[in-house]
């Protein structure tokens, strides 16, 4: 896992980097022949680094900019050109090519700068993740950790799950989930986790708040991937990338 966590970090940089070399054109990045660069475009490149580092994409991948930042499934429209100041959101699930473990990790980025909002936005979700790691623990309530989280952006000022259940504004989803040979495993780390539902030693967990406003274009999420240290029972992150939010061009 750690091998693999390396691993797939090395794409996350490449296609920071791939973004940072582009000129801009009109407010847009744009190609060497003058063509927008597109969310497609980036796709592209992310599943040719995949597979020279021996890394597929089984369960696809999410790199969704503007509007489709802000809803947490999109995978993004393949023919929407990257423009300075929306927020891309780049999730990252590869596996070991042939079958193995997952990885799973997210970033959000903007292109040159960020508006007030999505700063003030994208520090609380940095902050929500920062308080559910001070409080992951061997033993935790699976549904309490979310519980915090809620509490946090309530008093922030954004909708939550538990404050307006069904909401496509705010913080909307849950806060994580196991990771194995499936992107997605037990336990979820939600309010309606079953009360003797707790975090486990040895379990690999991802931590991922997020927020959300699609009809005012943007969305954040920032996620880890995490292991419960059997020894400690404290979190170990597994793989270390910078959390900056602008990518300067």
């Given amino acids: 896992i750690r091998a693999l966590a390396a691993t797939a970090l090395g794409v996350v940089a490449d296609t920071r980097q791939f973004l940072a070399s582009h000129t801009v054109e009109n407010g847009r990045l744009v190609t060497k022949s003058g063509a927008p660069l597109t969310v497609g475009d980036v796709q592209r490149q992310i599943i040719r680094w995949s597979a020279e580092r021996d890394l597929e994409n089984a369960e696809g991948m999410i790199f969704a900019n503007g509007r489709d930042a802000g809803v947490p499934h999109s995978r993004g429209q393949e023919d929407s050109p990257l423009t300075l100041g929306e927020t891309i959101v780049f999730d990252y699930f590869p596996r070991e090519a042939g079958g193995g473990y997952f990885y799973d990790f997210t970033r959000t980025w903007c292109l040159g700068h960020a508006p007030p909002a999505v700063e003030q936005a994208h520090r609380q979700v940095v902050t929500a993740l920062e308080l559910a790691l001070v409080n992951l623990r061997v033993g935790q309530s699976c549904r309490g ?105």
């Fill in 145 to 249: 950790l979310q519980r915090a989280v809620n509490d946090y952006f309530y008093d922030e000022g954004h909708r939550t799950t538990r404050s307006h259940p069904g909401t496509t504004e705010g913080y909307v989803h849950a806060l994580g989930h196991g990771v194995g040979l499936s992107v997605h495993e037990y336990p979820r780390l939600a309010e309606t986790a079953a009360p003797e539902e707790r975090v486990r030693a040895g379990m690999v967990l991802t931590i991922e708040p997020g927020l959300y406003y699609p009809e005012d274009g943007y969305g954040i999420r920032v996620e880890d991937y995490v292991w419960l240290d059997p020894a400690s029972g404290q979190p170990e992150t597994i793989g270390v990338f910078d959390k900056e939010l602008v990518i300067p061009l």
